[in-house]
T-cell receptor, first 113, second 114 residues
Framework: GESVGLHLPTLSVQEGDNSIINCAYS??????FIWYKQESGKGPQFIID?????DKRQGQRVTVLLNKTVKHLSLQIAATQPGDSAVYFC????????????FGGGTRVLVKP | DADVTQTPRNRITKTGKRIMLECSQT?????MYWYRQDPGLGLRLIYY???????NKGEISDGYSVSRQAQAKFSLSLESAIPNQTALYFC?????????????FGPGTRLTVL
């Protein structure tokens, strides 16, 4: 079936550096994408989203890039902070598939002081 | 107060027992979801409901059932728990507008089946 996956299961980054988390998706009909952050012991928390008619969207210290040609999604975190240490999930939605989110396996980001 | 709450937060039970996990929300959303999360894996959809009279199976519904008692309440049952149902369970809600696919998650229930 269609799925969303991630290239790197663990990313170690120095505090203050920028982080890039990648995600490949296989459903070309996906029309909405979300990045979630999950801290230990908590439920996933929304970070940023993007529609398929966009290729870039910026939030506070985060940017999501969408490349539909190669079906690739990335999350960039600027000036990574210790509080950014968490597992990050990408998720895709296809209204044609019943408007349900499909989640990738997650990438753990470890911020080193 | 949390918008999406789950009870219990932790539960240890034995094989063959019936278990119910409850979810309540104060966001006024029509759509509710149940997911399970296994170590190192993403979330997999068990069941979802788009309104009180609507119940749909997700990708891993076998061994589970749900009840949508009201707009604000969505419970998940394991009729006869088995060890491979040991996991972290999350409830989520979302709105029904066009740009409404963001889901809001509860804090999770950690279930252990011995």
């Amino acid at each position: 079936g269609e799925s969303v996956g991630l290239h790197l299961p663990t990313l170690s980054v120095q505090e203050g550096d920028n982080s890039i988390i990648n995600c490949a998706y296989s459903n070309s009909a996906s029309d909405y994408f979300i990045w979630y952050k999950q801290e230990s012991g908590k439920g996933p928390q929304f970070i940023i989203d993007i529609r398929s008619n966009m290729d870039k969207r910026q939030g506070q210290r985060v940017t999501v890039l969408l490349n539909k040609t190669v079906k690739h999604l990335s999350l960039q975190i600027a000036a990574t902070q210790p509080g950014d240490s968490a597992v990050y999930f990408c998720a895709e939605n296809s209204k044609a598939a019943g408007n349900k989110l499909t989640f990738g396996g997650g990438t753990r980001v470890l911020v080193k002081p | 107060d949390a918008d999406v709450t789950q009870t219990p937060r932790n539960r240890i039970t034995k094989t063959g027992k019936r278990i119910m996990l409850e979810c309540s929300q104060t966001k006024g959303h029509d759509r509710m979801y149940w997911y399970r999360q296994d170590p190192g894996l993403g979330l997999r959809l068990i069941y979802y409901s788009f309104d009180v009279k609507d119940i749909n199976k997700g990708e891993i519904s076998d061994g589970y059932s749900v009840s949508r008692q009201a707009q604000a309440k969505f419970s998940l049952s394991l009729e006869s728990a088995i060890p491979n149902q040991t996991a972290l369970y999350f409830c989520a809600t979302s709105d029904t507008g066009e740009w409404s696919d963001e889901q809001f998650f509860g804090p999770g229930t950690r279930l252990t089946v011995l």
